[in-house]
């Protein structure tokens, strides 16, 4: 499978943030497949945020938890994140990633990545 991530590169303290992941290759909904949402600071090792499952299942990072939602649209074959009361903290290349191992999502060495794109949180 193949991902792309998009979604805006600046975004303002405080709002939120929405990207995009679009999957091709295979469809989210079978093969048993984990979709997740990583992210990586600058200087900083890789983060996993959350994942949602080929059934729907949504898994979150705890202390992301509370400001993070993961969605899906079954028949754009796209993955959604959205982040509210963003800080510059949140400042990272966020990654769309895929496994049909959900231990391999969790440890964060999933098989397939989308390139990453690039989000800065500034006024």
């Known amino acids: 499978v193949q991902l792309q991530e998009s979604g805006p590169g600046l975004v303002k303290p405080s709002q939120t943030l929405s990207l995009t992941c679009t999957v091709s290759?295979?469809?989210?909904?079978?093969?048993?497949?984990?979709w997740t949402w990583i992210r990586q600071p600058p200087e900083k090792g890789l983060e996993w945020m959350g994942t949602i499952s080929y059934s729907g299942d949504t898994y979150y990072s705890p202390s992301l938890k509370s400001r993070t939602s993961i969605s899906r649209d079954n028949a754009k074959n796209m993955v959604y994140l959205q982040m509210n009361s963003l800080k510059p903290e949140d400042t990272a290349v966020y990654y769309c990633?895929?496994?049909?191992?959900?231990?391999?999502?969790?440890?964060?060495?999933?098989?397939?990545w989308g390139q990453g794109t690039q989000v800065t949180v500034s006024s």
């Open positions: 290759g295979g469809s989210i909904t079978t093969g048993y497949y984990y």
């Open positions: 990633a895929g496994d049909q191992s959900l231990h391999k999502i969790m440890v964060v060495t999933p098989g397939s």
